[in-house]
């Protein structure tokens, strides 16, 4: 495939990107990394070249070891913020991300692949003390709807 989907834009960025929601015995899967302290989203970058679709199969598998089906889409999320990630530390992002509820079966044991030298995944339950990335991760999942909800954060 193509380059992920990471645009400069004036003196910021734009990320197309994707989350999976991987539900669990009320956990949900999150992956985070020894430098940080916050879980965020299985996903990552729209490739381009490939569709939203195709890139959440993608990064599952690549983060989890597992290659997942799509249940449906989630959440739609729009969010301006700055970047803390070095390469792009101080710069305005905006992003788009797409988040879907993956099909989960009964025996799903997924294994860390390493694809980041610091990445890991772990079920994390939602009442959990540290920060999730989205944050509406926290009460949207505990009342799944059928419908796509539109969220819009603003950190600038």
């Known amino acids: 495939m193509g380059q992920d989907m990471t645009l400069p834009c004036g003196d910021g960025y734009v990320n197309i990107r994707v989350g999976a929601i991987i539900m669990k015995d009320g956990k949900v899967l999150m992956a985070t990394d020894d430098r940080v302290d916050h879980y965020y989203s299985v996903g990552g970058r729209i490739q381009f070249g490939e569709t939203a679709e195709e890139a959440v199969v993608r990064e599952v598998e690549e983060e989890t070891g597992v290659r997942l089906e799509i249940d449906r889409p989630g959440f739609i ?4 913020f700055i970047s803390d990630i070095q390469a792009k530390r101080g710069k305005l ?7 879907y509820y993956m099909k989960v079966p009964e025996d799903l044991s997924p294994k860390p692949s390493g694809a980041e030298q610091n990445e890991h995944i772990e079920w994390v339950s939602l009442d959990t003390k540290k920060k999730l990335y ?7 999942l505990l009342k799944p709807q059928s419908g796509i909800k539109l969220f819009t954060n603003d950190e600038r």
């Open 77 to 80: 999320h729009q969010n301006y």
């Open 93 to 99: 992002i905006y992003e788009l991300a797409i988040y």
């Open 134 to 140: 989205p944050e509406f991760f926290r009460t949207e």
